[in-house]
């Protein structure tokens, strides 16, 4: 089963930046489209960004568009997201997967990683 690891997330001041990793474990990563999710209590599981195989289309939601860059390198198996900007409402559990997400029986969610921002 592929095996998700987020990694990266921490405490940052409002404003300011941060760069999360997800390494994608069982040699499939590079054909698929993938994305970064991000849900704080209470709420959903939202679509935060997705970057296509070759890397050359990207989606972003508007509430990070201009802020957010997601990136991946397929020899490392690794989606990255960079934080610019962030502000106290970008506080979640981010989690990487699928756009659309794989079945959880292929591939269930990570641990995510926390990113809290300070006011």
């Known amino acids: 089963q592929v095996q998700l690891v987020e990694s990266g997330g921490g405490l940052v001041q409002s404003g300011g930046s941060l760069r999360i990793s997800c390494e994608v474990v069982g040699n499939i990563f590079s054909v698929y489209t993938v994305g970064w999710y991000r849900q704080s209590p209470g709420k959903q599981r939202e679509l935060v960004a997705s970057?296509?195989?070759?890397?050359?289309?990207?989606h972003y939601a508007d509430f990070v568009k201009g802020r957010f860059t997601i990136s991946r390198d397929n020899r490392q198996s690794t989606l990255y997201l960079h934080m610019n900007d962030v502000k106290p409402e970008d506080t979640a559990a981010y989690y990487c997967?699928?756009?659309?997400?794989?079945?959880?029986?292929?591939?269930?969610w990570g641990q995510g990683t926390q990113v809290t921002v300070s006011p």
């Open positions: 997967n699928a756009d659309p997400p794989w079945d959880p029986h292929f591939a269930t």
């Open positions: 970057i296509n195989s070759n890397g050359n289309k990207i």
